[in-house]
């Protein structure tokens, strides 16, 4: 139904942190929408795209909810972020504008699949999908509080510390610890400082894969030095990666927790990441 109406379906996500009902009469002024819907439980942002009636959607939310507006929108819709959120990685990696009524280029980007569902910026099998797991999936359903960057931080190091075996298969790499697929050279930031996986990624491109031979002690001391600095991971002697790919196959000895945009899928046995070229236009500035 996309595109019926002229002007934007504005989706809200009225839980986000920084959603506010003074904010979000503000941009639907900026932005003149048609309709404004508010997601209800999870999952629903997916529906309310699919059903939109605007010529664009706006998405007013964090990372969570412009993950279920991707999986919602048809091929070559025109996507608005509003940042709403805590990190907000995908509005940040795009330069998209604080003035939503500035948004006005279009950016073709591709988007990443992996077992079907969409991403915009980055999924993995390992440290960070575990980290999900236990902040998102088990203490959030269990209190309700969102965790910050410094919780992440401290659960992705404890893991590292401990260390990985190698228990994935990466089809073209072999036996990996971690493996981590970026959509961008920025794969998510803790506070001000971006972590980079691989700077050759670009939006406009297929999927870099980065995969890590071991994740002892030592190695894992290496990645958390590189992710506080902010520098690239590719450097880490161990660390394989395939540049611009459009399909990889990741299988795991034992079922594993996957994540997408920071969103837990549950465990898998395998995964198949898939590159959606040129798939949607986001409006940047």
């Known amino acids: 139904m996309l ?24 941009v639907e002024g ?4 048609v ?24 998405v007013f ?14 091929r070559g819709a025109r996507l608005g972020i509003v940042p709403g ?44 999908s575990e980290a999900v797991r ?18 992440y931080a401290r659960a992705v190091a404890a893991r590292l510390r401990r260390g990985y075996p190698p228990r994935l298969d990466v089809e073209g790499i072999g036996l990996a610890a971690l493996v981590v697929v970026s959509n961008d050279a920025v794969f998510t930031y803790a506070g001000r400082v971006p972590l980079r996986v691989s700077p050759q990624s670009r939006f406009e491109l297929g999927l870099d894969v980065w995969a890590l031979e071991r994740a002892g002690p030592a190695a894992g001391a290496r990645l958390l030095a590189r992710m506080a600095t902010g520098r690239v991971l590719a ?11 459009d399909r990889v196959l990741v ?25 959606e070229r040129d798939a949607i236009s986001v409006l940047v500035a």
């Open 235 to 245: 450097g880490i002697p161990g660390a394989h990666v395939l540049h611009d790919v």
């Open 61 to 74: 939310g964090g990372d969570g909810v412009v993950n279920e507006v991707l999986n919602g929108l048809p």
């Open 85 to 128: 959120g805590h990190t907000n990685v995908l509005a940040r990696a795009l330069g998209v504008p604080r003035d939503p009524a500035a948004a006005q280029r279009e950016r073709p980007i591709s988007l990443g699949r992996v077992n079907g569902r969409r991403f915009g910026f980055g999924a993995g099998i390992g440290v960070d």
């Open 3 to 26: 595109g019926s109406m002229t002007g934007p379906t504005l989706i809200v996500n009225p839980f986000a942190t920084r959603v506010t009902e003074e904010r979000v009469r503000e």
């Open 251 to 275: 299988t795991c000895d034992e079922p594993l927790p996957l994540q997408a945009d920071g969103e837990d899928l549950g465990d898998v046995s395998e995964a198949v990441f898939e590159a």
């Open 30 to 33: 900026r932005i003149g929408a």
């Open 35 to 58: 309709e404004t819907l508010l997601t209800e439980r999870r999952g629903h942002a997916t529906e309310l795209a699919r059903g939109a009636t605007g010529d664009a959607v706006f």
């Open 134 to 151: 236990e902040l998102e999936t088990i203490k959030r359903a269990r209190d309700g509080r969102r965790r910050g960057d410094l919780d």
